[in-house]
DNA sequence: ACGCAAATGCAATTCAATTGCATTTAATAT
DNA sequence: ATATTAAATGCAATTGAATTGCATTTGCGT
């Protein structure tokens, strides 16, 4: 069993690794100074263990035993991305999110266009689909480059 | 002024082209055996002059005076990409679409941060910024690749 | 011309995402 | 420690894209 006995006076393992990664959490919220809040440090620390970028639903699904407000999720997934602490990757018009790996860590996603699932593929150095392993090389149907930034009518007018 | 003597016998020069438009549209169904439909036949003809990706909602816009249906507007979007005559770009969740140029003429998209305008860049033969022209080098502040397809653990189930 | 499947028009609906506002809370100054 | 205040929260209402149910119309093969 996960859990240790009831007469220990610790706290169980689960709840430690809980409790630790709310405190990296609040570590990154205040390197950011940002504001430690408890909904905010729930959804950072979701984030933290995820291992898939992650919908806003998802996350507040994940965390719905601690009685979260949606919108209350939404603005902080906002607010961390804006910080940088989060980077987003639209699926079919969702909004997931996900770790900021960090600029050049920059990773492309794969979406499985049968079970919905996106998966994070190693980062590329040159780019090209001849260096990734053979499995994902079989998987891929499709791709899309999307670069943004301002337009060259837009940076004339600034 | 554009339109001719209303004397004239002869429809004007911009209804002219508006009807080749409409006609090459039909030409378009009929070759892909889809139904030719005046609402559809106004979407697709309202595809092949747009000069960049395109909304349901805009299209709908430019089609108003026709009083065209939203919904339809979205069925025939859905049923010519089905078909391979559209492709589809989303931008912020939104989908935009614009005529499929083909598989060996897929082309990466930018989108400006600051005027939202969509723009379809040259394709690159080999991969890479550095063969962007001057401007739109100048311009790109990040990127995002989406591959898809069927993910490992999906093939080995087909 | 006829018959039927497909497409349309219209309204209602779903779902992601945002927002207005009264209340609570975290960080700061006292 | 306590008061202060701007920021964040909780909840409900709202927006906006996209989809859908259904009665009616239309394209198209026979």
Redesign the pocket.
């Known amino acids: 069993m996960t859990r240790r006995d009831a007469h220990s006076g610790e706290p169980d393992l689960d709840s430690r690794t809980r409790e630790e990664l709310r405190e990296r959490a609040r570590v990154l919220l205040r390197r950011r100074s940002?504001?430690?809040?408890?909904?905010?440090v729930a959804v950072l620390a979701h984030l933290l263990t995820a291992d898939a970028p992650t919908?806003?639903?998802d996350v507040h699904r994940g965390l719905r035993d601690d009685?979260?407000?949606?919108?209350?999720v939404?603005?902080?997934l906002?607010?961390l991305t804006a910080a940088g602490l989060l980077q987003v990757v639209r699926v079919d018009?969702?909004?997931h999110y996900l770790m900021f790996a960090g600029g050049a860590h920059r990773h492309p996603h794969f979406v499985c266009d049968t079970c919905g699932r996106i998966c994070c593929l190693p980062t590329l150095r040159t780019a090209g689909v001849s260096e990734l392993d053979a499995r994902w090389r079989a998987a891929v149907r499709g791709a899309s480059v999307q670069l943004h930034g301002a337009c060259p009518e837009c940076v004339t007018m600034d």
């Open positions: 940002l504001r430690v809040t408890q909904p905010r919908s806003c639903a009685g979260q407000d949606l919108g209350t939404y603005r902080n906002r607010v018009g969702v909004a």
